[in-house]
């Protein structure tokens, strides 16, 4: 991200809040997701998000790299607050591994769904065994490929702090789906679009 554009979105420029929402709501969709397990609340958090975003741009700094670590940490934050305790988490991931699909006589379609599905349901189970502090590392390093420096900076801890939860998380993982199994990939869609961030725009302005 150019000084010219972290100036604009420190300045209010409404285009370039919705650049930075297009450039980023896909990735702090993801991550809101990987965190809570709920499609609805992921949007919730995205949402939120890019608000307390627009609401804290005079603290960007006018020099620097990407904004993503940034937005990522609010977003963790966010998640934090949105979510009700591991009991919902739970909840919502036996959800998905029950889910019926409705996609009706494309059976080939549909078995894809199901096991589509299925593999979401391991990936957030095995994540719900987790601590929340060793889930926000591991989807911050892992997911989103965050180094251990702009993970720390994003949750607001020593990067040491960073190194030991992630080998934790993933001492863990390996234990629960074998060496191979770690969850990486990226799965998700934002459903939204930038209007979203226009409207949060809107609302900080109020």
């Known amino acids: 991200m150019t000084p010219d554009l972290r100036d604009q979105i420190r300045a209010g420029n409404r285009e370039a809040f919705a650049a930075l929402f297009d450039r980023y709501a896909r990735a702090v969709y993801n991550h809101a997701f990987h965190l809570t397990a709920d499609w609805s609340l992921a949007e919730d958090v995205l949402s939120t998000t890019f608000l307390q975003a627009w609401r804290l ?26 979510r009700r305790g591991n009991r919902r988490y739970r909840t919502a991931v036996a959800a998905l591994g029950t889910e019926e699909p409705t996609t009706p006589d494309h059976a080939d379609t549909v078995a894809g769904q199901v096991d589509d599905t299925r593999q979401l349901a391991a990936v957030m189970a095995a ?9 926000e590392v591991l989807t911050l390093c892992l997911w989103e490929g965050l180094d251990y420096a702009a993970a720390a900076a994003a949750l607001g ?37 930038r209007t979203i961030a226009a409207r949060t725009a809107q609302e900080g302005q109020r």
């Open 57 to 82: 741009r005079d603290r960007v700094d006018p020099d620097g790299g990407s904004l993503r670590p940034w937005l990522l940490g609010i977003a963790t934050n966010t998640a934090r607050n949105a």
């Open 127 to 135: 994540l719900g065994a987790l601590r929340r502090t060793e889930r």
């Open 157 to 193: 801890i020593p990067v040491g702090t960073v190194r030991s939860r992630l080998s934790r998380a993933r001492a863990k993982l390996r234990t629960i789906a074998g060496p191979d199994r770690e969850p990486g990939s990226r799965r998700g869609q934002v459903r939204g679009d």
